[in-house]
Structure formats: C-alpha cells, structure tokens
C-alpha cells in the first residue's frame, strides 16, 4: 500500500532551520508529484511547495520563496523540505502528499495520498 512517513519537525526558535523528510513506500516515487502543504489551528490546508511529475515544475509560495528548498531522492524514495530562517508564521502542521498525475499547481485538492502530518512550533 502507499504509505507516506513525516519527519523532522519540532520547535525551534526565530531564524533556525528545520529540515523535514517524507519517507514513501508502496509507489514509484519518480513517476508521483510531490508536495508539502501546511494547516494552521483554525486555518485551511495551503500549499507551500510542490513538484510536478517528471519535475516538469517547481512551486513555491510567496510567503516561502527563497527560504524553503523541496527537493527528492528517488533511489531513498524520500522528500525533503529544507526550512531557513523560519519565522512564527510558519508554525503548523506540516504534511506530504503524493499523487501521479499532477503536472502543475500545489493545491491539497490535486492530492490523492496523504501522510500523518509533523509539527512545526517557531517560538521565541
């Protein structure tokens, strides 16, 4: 069965780094797009980077462009988020998602496979 694994969160202070990992099974991880998407307490679920099948396209939010990475290792069937400089506003539960067909875009609706979600707290 598809199975995705988040880990790597915790509370860390104003301007530390965090790096997430999403340990998948049960699929091809290169032929799956991949994407983290995070939910605030009494928030939706947004997207905050994606990367498409084949890697064709990158995704960002404007609110974490230029301090998150996504990356993958297809031969450890793994997804990172590397997380610089990370400020209050990013504390939420972090999740993984994976799904075969998404070309384009980074919204939770794209996503068929989910993981359990990690916590993130940015607190001073």
């Known amino acids: 069965q598809v199975q995705l694994v988040e880990s790597g969160g915790g509370l860390v202070q104003p301007g530390e780094s965090l790096r997430l990992a999403c340990a998948t099974s049960?699929?091809?991880?290169?032929?799956?797009?991949v994407g983290w998407f995070r939910q605030a307490p009494g928030k939706e679920r947004e997207g905050v980077s994606c990367l498409s099948t084949r890697d064709l396209n990158t995704y960002y939010d404007d609110s974490v462009k230029g301090r998150f990475t996504i990356s993958r290792d297809n031969a450890n069937n793994t997804v990172y988020l590397q997380m610089n400089n990370l400020q209050p506003e990013d504390s939420a539960d972090y999740f993984c998602a994976a799904d075969p067909g998404v070309v384009a875009g980074c919204s939770p609706g794209l996503y068929d496979y989910w993981g359990q979600g990690t916590q993130v707290t940015v607190s001073s």
């Open positions: 049960g699929f091809t991880l290169e032929y799956y797009a």
